[in-house]
């Protein structure tokens, strides 16, 4: 396989492309480093292209000359501040990957969609596929158009596209002094300083935690089977988590029982309880994630203090 990974010296993409390489695939990365880390690839074994999404010509140039494409590439967390940069990264770079992939022999394009897409859905928060979608911030309003994107060219040109819709991906790489990191990073970054977790408000929200390995497992089989091919499919844990359970969680596996998490002010643009229905994802893909929570914030906390 002649894989390329758009966004792959990030968090996601760089686990992806670990496991592609394991698997001895021919790997090419297309990033930017606006907020991917060279640290996280092996420059011996992939091609590494530093282009934007953006730009059409840099998009073209990796595209031609694979045969799967990963489309993780994405301007993540800045939406409410830069909503321009988010539409021309996400929704525009998405059109791009796809406008290359007509003139190309692709044998399948996974693209990497958000949970955002989904915003509240209200009543017991499950997030089913199939719902109407109401983004409320302009990040989740330019993953919407990047899934419309690649459905419409799917139908109309027969690229034969996959949509997954992450959930709240953790794991080791997720760097915890980004500000726009998930809350799992930012929780245990400050552990790591011996700080307690920040909660805004009650600490009744709930999240659908998903460690990152798990996620590229179902990105895999998105890539594999072919009953995915013109699907949009949840990748989540399907269990439903508390941030007050989160942060009593990390303090526990920090080994630091003597914190207690301090509360702050409700923050704009949160929605208030969403977890994945997995019933499809089930059926089309055969997955299941592997990694309870307190299995991943385990692997994710060693990673960040490795033993010497």
Excluded at 155 to 163: Q, R
Excluded at 226 to 243: D, F, P, Y
Excluded at 254 to 273: I, K, V
């Amino acid at each position: 396989m002649r894989a390329l990974v758009t966004g792959g010296a990030g968090f996601i993409g760089s686990h992806l492309v670990d496991i592609l390489l394991k698997k001895n695939h021919e790997v090419t990365i297309l990033d930017n480093f606006s907020s991917g880390s060279p640290k996280n690839i092996d420059f011996r074994r992939v091609n590494v292209v530093k282009g934007d999404l953006r730009r059409p010509n840099d998009v073209r140039k990796v595209v031609d000359g694979s045969d799967f494409v990963f489309h993780l590439g994405a301007c993540v967390g800045r939406s409410v501040f830069f909503p321009r940069l988010d539409f021309d990264t996400n929704a525009l770079g998405t059109f791009n990957v796809f406008r290359a992939c007509r003139s190309a022999s692709i044998e399948r394009v996974v693209v990497a969609s958000s949970v955002m897409v989904y915003g509240n859905p209200g009543g017991k928060g499950i997030a089913k596929e199939s719902e109407c979608l109401s983004p409320i911030i302009p990040y989740g309003a330019s993953k919407a158009a990047a899934e419309a994107y690649a459905m419409a060219f799917h139908h109309a040109w027969n690229i034969p596209a996959v949509v997954l819709r992450y959930f709240n991906v953790y794991g080791p790489r997720a760097d915890p002094r980004n500000p726009y990191s998930g809350v799992v990073s930012r929780f245990l970054g400050r552990a790591r300083r011996r700080l307690p977790p920040i909660i805004y408000g009650d600490g009744k929200q709930t999240r659908d935690f998903i460690y990152v390995k798990d996620v590229v497992k179902a990105t895999l089989l998105a890539a594999e089977r072919k009953a995915a091919v013109g699907e949009i499919l949840n990748v989540g844990s399907e269990s439903e988590t508390t941030i007050n359970k989160l942060a009593s969680l990390v303090i526990d596996v920090a080994g630091l029982g003597e914190l207690e998490p301090r509360h702050a002010a409700t923050r704009m643009h949160e929605y208030r309880r969403l977890h994945a229905d997995m019933t499809k994802t089930r059926k089309v893909l055969g997955f299941k994630a592997d990694t309870s929570l307190r299995e991943g914030l385990e692997l994710t906390w060693e990673s960040l203090n490795p033993a010497d």
